[in-house]
């Protein structure tokens, strides 16, 4: 079992639906928890990240994390065709070295 | 602003042949990364350096070598390629106390 399991997909969904990404996790040290997004032919980029147990918001975009759980979800309101990506959840504890998920592929078709 | 750069972008060997992926980061980071990424596989860590001259063994370092050449720089070399290691290669950097890790653009590598 790796110790980050993420579907990887493909999630389509119709433009302005309410996305739900996930991610669970076995390594109880993981402190740290972010979501890249990654456009074809790119490069990862950082979205956001959170420290710890709860809640973040940035304008669409909420990560939660469950640390009881080990489970943590990144959610997208009103989703748009440009959000068509695939998305990394990725945690590390106090190490360098961030572990990621294999990455969930999303659709949004106008 | 260019962040982190991969040259080159695309390269086509033939089996047993050697190469040089290079990378250079202009952040100042200390850390920098090698992984691979595979449909379906994710990105797997190849080799690590946390600062310069320091390089460590990542998942899936077996018939890759690198050298950290100087803050700025972090090269990934393939020996006598093989086809297992067609893949999409990326290059990253973080700061030492950040939690953000930057990548640059990533090389296609096919091995025929």
């Known amino acids: 079992q790796k110790e980050v399991e993420q579907d990887p997909g493909p999630l389509s969904v119709p433009e302005g639906a309410i996305v739900s990404l996930n991610c669970t996790y076995s390594n109880s040290a993981f402190q740290y928890f972010m979501w890249y997004r990654q456009y074809s032919r790119k490069g990862p980029e950082l979205l956001m990240y959170t420290y710890s147990s709860g809640n973040k918001e940035d304008g669409r975009f909420t990560a939660q994390v469950d640390k009881s759980s080990k489970y943590i979800s990144l959610f997208i309101r009103d989703s748009q065709p440009s959000d068509s990506a695939t998305y990394l959840c990725a945690m590390k504890g106090g190490s360098y070295i961030p572990t990621f998920g294999r990455g969930t592929s999303l659709i949004v078709h106008p | 602003n260019a962040g982190v750069t991969q040259t080159p972008k695309f390269q086509v060997l033939k089996t047993g042949q050697s190469m040089t992926l290079q990378c250079a980061q202009d952040?100042?980071?200390?850390?920098m990364y090698w992984y691979r990424q595979d449909p379906g596989m994710g990105l797997r860590l190849i080799y690590y350096s946390a600062s310069e001259g320091t390089t460590d063994k990542g998942e899936v370092p077996n018939g890759y070598n690198v050298s950290r050449l100087n803050k700025r720089e972090f090269s990934l070399r393939l020996e006598s390629a093989a086809p297992s290691q067609t893949s999409v290669y990326f290059c990253?950097?973080?700061?030492?106390?950040?939690?953000?890790?930057?990548f640059g653009q990533g090389t296609r590598l096919t091995v025929v």
């Open positions: 990253a950097s973080r700061a030492k106390f950040d939690t953000e890790a930057f």
């Open positions: 952040m100042n980071h200390n850390s």
